[in-house]
């Protein structure tokens, strides 16, 4: 436990209190830096919690910035969508607004300082020679035959460079480190390249674009970012993060910190096979509420703070591993459980008639809004001669264990009345399409005078008195734990969602809005879908009641 900020520690607020505790910084900077190239997703929010949550509990601050280096694969769309999902997940940049790209002439400059110090140079060879010369992990690189150009020829090429003078991959500024560096990444990366693409925020004004290694670092030491928190796949690059700043830009610089990114099982977690899930149709659209997106997850209906919770929960570690989504769904139902207000709501219904209830009554029973919650009060909801239960919670000739309803056997109606089922109707074909039942006016609120019990209690609505409603029900997207490998055609489960047109709730959600909560009885929880009109709600299942990580963890 950190003493001073009351949340468990790690070995990222360690080094943060050490530098606090010798001086080295007095006030601690993050920044989540997103390329704008598809929505943000479960592994963002991680970083997205891991980052601004440091900056608040340090009180330090936290920049949104952009990574906007890649001309052509940008979209301002994905802009709005990233700002909207920080927003959503309870953080605010304030002013500290970013964009990479507001950097370009600053970032030429550095270039330009790097050529003048004989530390970079215009490279001919092509993008396949690059590759070649580079060696491998066990054998060294080869020069570049252009590496010992002057300053001032460098300085000229670079120049027409940025003038247009060349076409694309003709030419690539790179650093001059050592081509013999047991460490790629050191092996004079490429700085900068031609693209003759269209920027979203610069036009035309530019025709090469920097790197990611020679922007990242350079950015964070712009915006004075203490900490460059980043995934471990870039431990090999910190050296070329540190190098570039010693070279030309001033101290102090930021430090950059690794950490594991989040994999979660039967999660993909790449924006890349993200796109072509969207783009393929294989899901409706990047907020399809099997997306592993956060506009997927809102529209599922997660909350913010059950995402901000899991990711408080699964820490920062070291080492790469993969969570558990029962996890995730286990965050979400301690969540919904204390805010879903309940209502009734029948998935597949089959009707019942309670054959001595009068005929055109309706009765207004009392329902607990949520036992988890006292202060959530109660509502009243119809009762009548007609009501629906749920085709399930009916068998014929029911096997030992199951203590729902069956012929001549009696069960409670949840807020209700004992009801006794009495006779069976089937269609020409033999399905059961509706019950007869008896129910007892002295047990009404679900209790009898005499003592007896029953074994089952069932949800219902009533038949004239509920609202026909569409509900989806969601699986994973894959059927395999780990869908990173495999052909998308063999990973997919074909059963990942299903659509109910005939589903029933209670009267009292006739104005629920889209993003709206609740937990069904026994079902599950479901949020109002975008989908919806004002004629017919859609539901979307958020997740059924059993917690699967509970269970298998002894929890
Ligand atoms: P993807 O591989 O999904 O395309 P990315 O890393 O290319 O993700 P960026 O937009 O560059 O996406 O990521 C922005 C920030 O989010 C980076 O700092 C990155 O480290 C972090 N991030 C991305 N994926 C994860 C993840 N699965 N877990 C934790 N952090 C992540
Ligand atoms: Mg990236």
């Known amino acids: 436990m950190d003493t001073k900020t009351n949340v468990p520690s790690n070995f990222i607020r360690d080094i943060i209190d050490e530098d606090l505790a010798s001086g080295k910084h007095k006030a601690i900077v993050t920044r989540f830096p997103p390329e704008p190239n598809g929505y943000l997703h479960i592994g963002h929010a991680k970083s997205i919690c891991l980052n601004f949550g440091l900056a608040r509990d340090y009180n330090g601050t936290c920049h949104l910035r952009f990574d906007d280096t890649n001309p052509e694969k940008e979209e301002t769309e994905y802009i709005e969508s990233i700002m909207e999902d920080v927003r959503w997940l309870g953080f605010d940049w304030g002013e500290h607004l970013y964009y990479a790209s507001d950097y370009f002439e600053q970032l030429y400059n550095l270039a330009v300082e790097l050529i003048k110090q004989g530390k970079a140079y215009v490279c001919d060879l092509s993008p396949e020679e690059i590759r070649k010369y580079r060696g491998t992990l066990t054998e060294p690189g080869k020069e570049s035959p252009y590496r010992n150009r002057s300053v001032a020829e460098n300085l000229d090429l670079f120049e027409r460079m940025r003038a247009g003078e060349f076409e694309e991959g003709s030419r690539v500024l790179r650093a001059k480190i050592d081509m013999a560096s047991p460490n790629i990444v050191m092996r004079d990366p490429t700085l900068y390249r031609i693209r003759k693409v269209s920027h979203h925020r610069t036009g035309d004004k530019w025709c090469i674009y920097p790197m990611y290694d020679f922007t990242h670092c350079l950015s964070d030491a712009i915006e004075n970012i203490t900490h460059s928190i980043c995934t471990l796949e870039f431990e090999n690059n910190r050296a070329l993060y540190e190098w570039i700043l010693e070279q030309v830009y001033p101290e102090p610089h930021p430090r950059q910190i690794e950490f594991a990114r989040l994999n979660l099982t039967y999660t993909m977690m790449s924006k890349r096979k993200l796109l072509q899930l969207v783009e393929q149709g294989i899901v409706n659209g990047w907020d399809d509420p099997r997306m592993p997106t956060l506009s997927g997850l809102r529209r599922r209906g997660y909350t913010p703070a059950a995402i901000r919770d899991f990711a408080e929960r699964i820490g920062v570690a070291k080492a790469n591993s993969t969570v558990d989504y029962a996890f995730l769904e286990h965050c979400l139902r301690e969540d919904l459980n204390k805010t879903a207000p309940r209502a009734m709501g029948v998935l597949r219904p089959l009707k019942v008639v309670i054959e001595n209830y009068p005929e055109g009554q309706v009765e207004y029973l009392e329902a607990l809004n949520n036992p988890q919650d006292p202060e959530a009060g109660t509502r009243q909801i119809p009762f009548a001669r007609e009501i629906y239960i749920e085709q399930e919670d009916f068998m014929i000739d029911p096997p030992k264990k199951f203590f729902r309803l069956a012929p001549g056997r009696e069960v409670r109606l949840r807020f209700a009345y004992f009801i006794t089922c009495t006779d069976v109707i089937r269609d020409d074909e033999g399905n059961i399409v509706e019950l007869r039942a008896t129910y007892d006016p002295e047990t009404k609120g679900g209790s009898a005078p005499d003592g007896r019990k029953v074994k089952a209690t069932l949800h219902w609505v009533a038949a004239e008195h509920s609202l026909p409603v569409e509900v989806r029900l969601y699986d994973h997207l894959f059927k395999v734990?780990?869908?990173?490998?495999?052909?998308?055609?063999?990973?997919?489960?074909?059963?990942?969602?299903?659509?109910?047109?005939?589903?029933?709730?209670?009267?009292?959600?006739?104005?629920?809005?889209?993003?709206?909560?609740?937990?069904?009885?026994?079902?599950?929880?479901?949020?109002?879908?975008?989908?919806?009109?004002?004629?017919?709600?859609?539901?979307n299942r958020t997740a059924a009641l059993r917690d699967t990580w509970s269970k298998v963890k002894g929890n």
């Open 481 to 539: 734990e780990d869908p990173s490998i495999g052909e998308l055609e063999d990973i997919l489960n074909p059963d990942s969602l299903e659509v109910l047109t005939e589903s029933r709730v209670e009267l009292n959600l006739k104005d629920a809005k889209p993003g709206d909560k609740f937990q069904f009885e026994r079902q599950g929880y479901f949020c109002v879908d975008p989908d919806s009109t004002p004629d017919r709600l859609v539901f």
